[in-house]
């Protein structure tokens, strides 16, 4: 079963506007964490966000805003006042323990947003 | 600032050469990991390790070997490419007593031919 999914290949927002990025997420562990990345056509990945699950707040940094609903498992991205160099590939990522004990990241698939004048 | 630099961008192979990918940061983190992304599929781990000498299999390590002699360097080995292994190959590394936020490098687009 897919452990991360977005729902959403592709988003057009204006510039300017706010952004939803939806990330839904599945684990039967009680500690787990939860990731954005952004990925420009460049190539690199960018750490974005980053949101525990006993944080009582949800995070945020600068105009990135984490919208996590722990009973419905659900960590969305939230982009304020968009930007034409937000336009890029985003990545939501759960941090979960591999079969040998360490910890891994697993990917959603992606949302492209495309920020328009 | 956390650095992690893979040693080509680009990269064209035949089918059955042997490819090594190098992998190094100079965080001293001690997990290290290689993924491969394709369009429509994400991210995918093919092998991590979490110290010296050390790995552990991701989702897709078939076609794939690692190498890990020195903290700083992880390296993905393609012991006979193949055409399915045209991809692109990011790699990342990690600090263990913190959140465990991955830093990855610029990535590698590897086209087998």
């Known amino acids: 079963a897919q452990k991360i999914t977005q729902t959403q290949p592709g988003m057009f927002v204006q510039e300017k506007e706010a952004v939803t990025l939806d990330c839904t997420y599945d684990?039967?562990?009680?500690?787990?964490?939860l990731f954005w990345y952004k990925q420009p056509s460049s190539g690199e990945m960018i750490f974005l966000i980053y949101?525990?699950?006993?944080?009582?707040q949800n995070a945020t940094e600068g105009r990135y805003s984490l919208n996590f609903q722990k009973a419905r498992k659900s960590a969305n991205l939230v982009i304020s006042a968009s930007q034409l160099g937000d336009s890029a590939m985003y990545f939501c990522?759960?941090?979960?323990?591999?079969?040998?004990?360490?910890?891994?990241?697993?990917f959603g698939t992606g949302t492209q947003l495309k920020v328009e004048l | 600032d956390v650095k992690v630099t893979q040693s080509s961008r680009y990269l064209v192979k035949r089918t059955g050469e042997k490819v090594f990918l190098e992998c190094v940061q100079d965080?001293?983190?001690?997990?290290m990991f290689w993924y491969r992304q394709d369009p429509g599929l994400g991210l995918r781990l093919i092998y991590f390790?979490?110290?010296?000498?050390?790995?552990e299999k991701g989702d897709i390590p078939e076609g794939y070997s690692v190498s890990r002699e020195k903290k700083e360097r992880f390296s993905l080995i393609l012991e006979s490419a193949s055409t399915n292994q045209t991809s692109m190959y990011l790699c990342?590394?990690?600090?263990?007593?913190?959140?465990?936020?991955?830093?990855f490098g610029p990535g590698t687009r590897l086209l087998v031919l």
């Open positions: 949101q525990g699950s006993y944080d009582e």
């Open positions: 684990t039967s562990d009680q500690s787990y964490g």
């Open positions: 390790s979490y110290d010296v000498k050390m790995k």
């Open positions: 990522a759960m941090r979960e323990v591999s079969t040998g004990g360490g910890n891994k990241l697993t």
């Open positions: 965080m001293d983190h001690e997990n």
């Open positions: 990342a590394s990690s600090l263990v007593r913190t959140q465990e936020t991955q830093y």
